[in-house]
């Protein structure tokens, strides 16, 4: 087990809690780092692009010139892809971009993700995150307690907290997700991760299968 403190949102230290090694102690691995990133990013893309070929431009079908007796080289008709206007030749054409790895190497990829930050010291666990209204300036108060107001920040939580959520809207710096959810691409994009003790469980839940 690995021994954390725990704060509170003034920053202030309020007690420790035990980490499991399978889930913070896990060597770094860059290679499944590229992997999930680049099935992230994948996932992601529309896949909408079209262009238009030979068969499917709207250009005449009658031959430019004669084929023999002009001089020119000969030729076909405009559709061609030399020819202005002409289709493009193997264009790209709309396609699902999206795949899946397998699990165990997704969730080695993600333990290993949170293991980094905690080495990193880019880990900080809260005992709670509790904010009485849906105020940025309240969120930004526990940032600036930590020295995080300039920094990109990502907070895991149990569950869905809709105030949370309204107040980091306004943060470009900032992004909230529920713990089981969590992702090796947002991992590393943000430099700190802030977790409460409530979504330890979630964590070990979804990714010590």
């Known amino acids: 087990m690995i021994q954390v403190p725990v704060y509170n ?3 202030e230290k ?3 809690i035990e980490l499991k090694e399978e ?3 896990v060597e770094k691995r860059p290679d499944l780092f590229y992997t999930c990133v680049v099935m992230h990013l994948a ?6 692009h079209s262009t238009k070929r030979r068969g499917e431009v ?8 004669p084929q023999k007796g002009t001089g020119h080289a000969r030729q076909g008709d405009r559709k061609a892809p030399h020819w202005v206007g002409g289709g493009r030749p193997f264009g790209p054409k709309p396609r699902d971009y999206s795949y899946k790895i397998p699990k165990k190497m997704r969730r080695l990829a993600i333990r290993s993700a949170l293991s980094t930050k905690l080495q990193e010291n880019a880990l900080i666990i ?5 904010l009485s209204q849906p105020k940025t300036k309240e969120l930004v108060n526990i940032l600036n ?23 980091a809207m306004n943060l470009e710096k900032v992004k909230t997700m529920i713990a089981s959810v969590l992702n090796v691409y947002d991992l590393l994009k943000y430099d700190y991760l802030i977790l409460t003790v409530d979504a330890i469980p979630v964590l070990e839940e979804a990714f010590l299968k």
């Open 23 to 25: 889930l913070f102690g």
């Open 43 to 48: 996932n992601g893309r529309q896949g909408t």
């Open 9 to 11: 949102q003034k920053a």
């Open 58 to 65: 709207n250009r005449s079908g009658r031959k430019v010139w």
């Open 145 to 167: 307690n930590f020295g995080l107001a300039d920094s990109k920040v990502l907070i895991g939580v149990p569950a869905k907290d809709e105030n949370l959520k309204r107040a």
């Open 126 to 130: 809260l005992d709670k995150i509790e």
């Open 14 to 16: 309020v007690g420790e």
